[in-house]
């Protein structure tokens, strides 16, 4: 049984920086790409950042690009997520996802097919 498994998330004040985490079980993803999404309260889920199977390719939405950096460590199953200077529009729950297939790229038009069941960040002000 496939499990991703996201930690790291927390209440931080604006400016801060948040490391979050995301191990995956049950099978290894060393040749699928990963990402990470988020949904705030009343808003549908936004992807956030994906990273390619190889991890030399990394996409991000506009409202975190120069701000988060996605990484992959293959040999733990596991991708992070590093958020530098937070904002409250940054509150929301982030989800880890995996792509099934192999080799593809990890951007926001990857069709995601396992997913966490989410952590929560909250940015005050």
């Known amino acids: 049984q496939v499990q991703l498994l996201e930690s790291g998330g927390g209440l931080v004040q604006a400016g801060a920086s948040l490391r979050l985490s995301c191990a995956a079980s049950?099978?290894?993803?060393?040749?699928?790409?990963m990402g990470w999404f988020r949904q705030a309260p009343g808003k549908e889920r936004e992807f956030v950042a994906g990273?390619?199977?190889?991890?030399?390719?990394?996409y991000y939405s506009d409202s975190v690009k120069g701000r988060f950096s996605i990484s992959r460590d293959i040999a733990k199953n596991t991708v992070y997520l590093q958020m530098n200077s937070l904002k409250p529009e940054d509150t929301a729950i982030y989800y880890c996802?995996?792509?099934?297939?192999?080799?593809?790229?990890?951007?926001?038009?990857?069709?995601?097919?396992?997913w966490g069941q989410g952590t929560q960040v909250t940015v005050s002000s």
């Open positions: 996802a995996a792509d099934r297939q192999e080799y593809r790229s990890g951007s926001s038009s990857t069709r995601y097919n396992y």
């Open positions: 049950g099978r290894t993803f060393s040749k699928n790409a």
């Open positions: 990273i390619n199977w190889s991890g030399d390719g990394t």
